[in-house]
């Protein structure tokens, strides 16, 4: 059974950061692409960062782009995404996802305040 959890979100100030993890289980984590999806009540959910297989390959939404930091460690099935300079608009709920499939976590919730 596909399992994702993730951790890290808290309270964090305006310019601040975070560290999120995700542990994944049931599948051949080094063998997947991952991603890390934010939402905000009433919309869809956004990609925000993909990491390749290797971790050499990384994507990212322009809204986090040079900001957010996505790596992975294949030895302990997690995926992290660095969260710098934080803004209001960066929360709440961050969620990870393997790409070929469609099962979700509870999420990790990020505020942003100061």
């Known amino acids: 059974q596909v399992q994702f959890v993730e951790s890290g979100g808290g309270l964090a100030q305006p310019g601040g950061s975070l560290r999120l993890s995700c542990v994944a289980s049931?599948?051949?984590?080094?063998?997947?692409?991952m991603r890390w999806f934010r939402q905000v009540p009433g919309k869809e959910r956004e990609m925000v960062a993909s990491?390749?297989?290797?971790?050499?390959?990384?994507d990212y939404a322009d809204s986090v782009n040079r900001r957010f930091i996505i790596t992975r460690d294949n030895s302990v099935n997690t995926v992290y995404l660095q969260m710098n300079n934080l803004q209001p608009e960066d929360g709440p709920v961050y969620y990870c996802?393997?790409?070929?499939?469609?099962?979700w976590g509870r999420g990790t919730q990020v505020f942003v305040s100061s």
């Open positions: 996802k393997a790409v070929w499939d469609n099962t």
């Open positions: 049931g599948f051949t984590f080094s063998q997947s692409q």
């Open positions: 990491i390749s297989r290797t971790g050499l390959g990384t």
